[in-house]
């Protein structure tokens, strides 16, 4: 389907779109994009020096010029030989192209030029706004016939309409052009259907063909595997099977663009850029993900399993389901829709922005030194220069007056590196975990040999910025287990790196959902150790205050609820606990960082959303001597029925057909046998009819009033399934509620059971 290509929609992009690097004097972020796309189809480049000078006002001729690029026209050497306007000499710099927006044979039905009445052009005069409106009209096929006798407010209001002049404040029709309004009028303009039915976009007319509803996920300054000349988008529903050829290196600030992609008229097949479309697209900072949902600053995501989900650290596109795992805390997680609103992709991607460029390492002889006045942050939380480690990697925002630290690092085998271990491009620790290296960062690989252990430094954007033996600096290898498969293990590591290793222990999935410790051998596995939850910081959490006892908590905590001794940790978000204040008994483990802020926190039960409530069943196996239990679950998972099995040691009571709880993220089937399984017997807090309930929010009982859990199913106990409250309501007039705790405790209705 055509359709005109709005700038308005850039606002969603640039919200997750960094400025781009090309161009020093620009700082907004809608521009520099602007600018880049331009740039990359050849349109409309800088000055030079890396500068765009924006806010330089333009003439008739040069607009005349980036006109006649627009419209595809890139060879005029046959039209400056002669002279048409007799102030345009034909050793006027811009002569070949005025004179071809006259004659030639593309351009001149579209009359997009005219003169003056006394047959000047005015090449050196500044253009006015009414004037670049009429040509960009002109452009697109129209006349004066379909326009209006009124010149320039016809014009004008025309271009509006078209939405020519979106993002562009300009209105009065005298104004003068800046380079800046002029980018942002082409853009819009190049993405607008020509006049007449069918015709296309004006872009057709710089492409040999275009492709539709693409997303550009990596280049080979994001993905050391590409070269200069590759990108790998998203099409079609899936990632090509080898990347795209591009012109040259499509500038980063392009990555995560939801568009059309530009297939130059020259060459085979090669991409030259890429033109926003107006989809619907969100962003989120992610602080933390499960198999289910996705935890962010703002909400709780719960994307269909199968949505497609591209993490660019692991280079990888796969179902949800498949993926999740690969989600860290601080990620931005970028939502893609299609043009009926239907989520298409999810994709955590690289910055735009190297951080490689502008971080060092702190303590050093040779580290940079940090402008007075720049506010330092480190994990989220304001610290002042005395809590800044050596070896600590500070990365420099100017723009912000920012130094942003962070102390994340891993320590293990050196097992690979290529092209060369002495200067990599790619590293592997734990025999397949890989890593980017920039060629600031290969320096440090000097004199480091394969086998050796090392530890690598990552900015707070997740790239590395050096590495050195481990026993000059080493990293604390504590993590949460979030996925087994096999020997494939998942380790959220509590400075915020996430680990895909293949690992050694004597039964990996026991250790599903709980705290580990993570070492290597020689011969580079990777081994975990279970750890205990001992140790935190002393005092109350109070939410409001950010502070446990007089330890600040960083804005970006990972939280993580143990709801029972033993129990798989489950992760949640802050906005999870309805609570102004944790007290300290519910406060089982913290982790700080070198500055002594609180970066990770494991609570007790306190949300009651790290269960899975429904309808409890065991089971037995096997003679005597060789028996095997099962304790199974029936559940609502929103929109279905959901049975589940676990193996365990023993059965626990009060099973079978009553409304119970189980912790989240036991491995269910029969290939491990969770040992410290346990359960949560619901309260009977009343049975009511359909008045009680208050929509689908809460009900009022003869306890008082009780919220009702999200989405909440219930249990029809002669059909043995679950069906949706609203069909509950339709069909049945007695519904038992339960409830976790008492309402004042922050206990919800988690199950109902009607007849």
């Known amino acids: 389907m055509k359709k005109r290509l709005l700038s308005l929609c850039l606002a969603f992009l640039f919200a997750i779109t960094p400025a781009s690097a090309s161009f020093t004097d620009i700082t907004d972020s809608k521009l520099s994009q602007t600018v880049s796309v331009l740039d990359a189809l050849g349109i409309m480049q800088g000055v030079g020096g890396n500068r765009f000078d924006p806010n330089s006002a333009l003439t008739r001729a040069q607009f005349c010029k980036l006109a006649v690029t627009a419209l595809g026209v890139s060879d005029v050497s046959a039209y400056g030989s002669y002279t048409i306007f007799p102030d345009v000499k034909s050793s006027h710099w811009a002569a070949q192209y005025i004179n071809a927006a006259v004659r030639h044979p593309d351009l001149k039905e579209y009359s997009i030029i005219r003169g003056y009445a006394d047959g000047t052009f005015g090449p050196d005069k500044t253009v006015n706004f009414g004037e670049v409106c009429t040509m960009l009209l002109r452009m697109l096929g129209y006349t004066e016939a379909d326009i209006g006798p009124f010149w320039p407010a016809d014009y004008i209001a025309r271009a509006q309409s078209l939405g020519l002049t979106e993002n562009v404040s300009l209105t009065n029709a005298t104004a003068a052009v800046k380079r800046g309004d002029a980018a942002t009028l082409l853009l819009n303009t190049l993405g607008t259907e020509l006049k007449g039915d069918n015709s296309g976009m004006l872009l057709n007319k710089i492409s040999s063909s275009t492709i539709e509803n693409c ?105 949800f389901s498949n993926m999740w795992a690969g989600i860290q805390h601080g990620d931005t997680l970028t939502l893609y829709y299609d043009e009926y609103g239907a989520l298409q992709l999810m994709a955590v991607l690289p910055s735009a922005t190297s951080s490689s460029d502008t971080s060092f390492v702190y303590g050093l002889a040779t580290s940079v030194n940090i402008p007075e006045g720049y506010q330092i942050i480190k994990n989220g939380a304001v610290i002042d220069r005395s809590r800044i480690k050596k070896y600590d990697v500070v990365t420099l925002d100017p723009a912000n007056r920012q130094a942003v630290v962070s102390d994340a690092k891993i320590s293990g085998c050196y097992t690979k590196g290529e092209p060369s271990f002495a200067y990599p491009q790619t590293v592997e620790l734990f025999g397949g975990q890989s890593y980017s290296i920039s060629d600031r960062a290969a320096a440090s690989f000097e004199d480091i040999k394969l086998k050796d252990y090392i530890t690598l430094l990552f900015s707070e954007a997740g790239d590395v910025i050096a590495a050195y033996p481990k026993n000059m600096v080493s990293a604390d290898m504590q993590g949460i287990v979030t996925a087994v498969d096999g020997k494939k293990v998942t380790v959220v590591l509590t400075n915020g790196l996430t680990l895909h290793i293949q690992a050694e222990a004597e039964s990996l999935d026991e250790l599903m959902g709980r705290l580990v410790s993570v070492g290597q051998s020689s011969n580079g596995s990777a081994y975990l150790t279970k750890r205990a939850l001992t140790g935190r910081v002393s005092g109350n959490w109070s939410i409001a205050d950010g502070k446990i006892g007089n330890s600040v908590v960083s804005p970006k905590v990972r939280i993580y609820e143990e709801v029972a001794p033993g129990a798989p940790l489950s992760a949640i978000a802050q906005s999870d606990i309805d609570l102004a204040s944790v007290s300290s008994s519910q406060i089982r483990y913290t982790v700080i960082d070198n500055a002594g802020t609180v970066t990770n926190i494991i609570l007790g039960d306190v949300t009651g959303d790290s269960w899975i409530y429904g309808i409890g069943s065991g089971s037995s196996r096997g003679e005597d001597d060789n028996k095997e239990y099962y304790a199974g679950i029936k559940y609502w998972d929103g929109s279905k029925t959901v049975s589940e099995e676990y193996r365990v040691d023993t059965l626990p009571g009060g099973l079978n057909g009553s409304a119970i709880g189980i912790p989240k993220g036991y491995k269910n089937g029969s290939s491990a046998v969770n040992r410290s399984f346990s359960t949560l017997p619901l309260k009977l807090v009343d049975t009511v009819s359909i008045s009680a309930f208050d929509g689908a929010t809460g009900v009022r009982t003869r306890d008082g009033y009780y919220n009702l859990t999200d989405d909440i199913g219930v249990y029809v106990s002669d059909r043995r399934e679950f069906i949706s409250l609203q069909n509950a309501k339709a069909n049945y007039t007695n519904f038992r509620l339960y409830a976790n705790k008492n309402a004042e405790d922050g206990g919800k209705i988690r199950m109902i059971i009607a007849s």
């Open 215 to 319: 997303i550009l996920l990596a280049t080979s300054e994001t993905d050391s595997s590409l070269a200069p000349n590759e990108a790998i988008f998203y099409e079609n529903g899936s990632l090509n099977e080898s990347p795209r050829k591009t012109a040259g290196t499509l500038d980063k600030s392009l990555i995560g663009v939801y568009g059309t992609i530009v297939i130059g008229k020259e060459g085979d097949k090669v991409a030259v850029g890429v033109v926003p479309n107006n989809n619907k697209i969100e962003s989120y900072t992610v602080t933390s993900a499960a198999a289910d949902s996705i935890s962010t600053s703002t909400q709780t995501l719960r994307p269909n399993r199968d949505t497609d989900l591209y993490v660019a650290r692991e280079k990888k596109l796969d179902k």
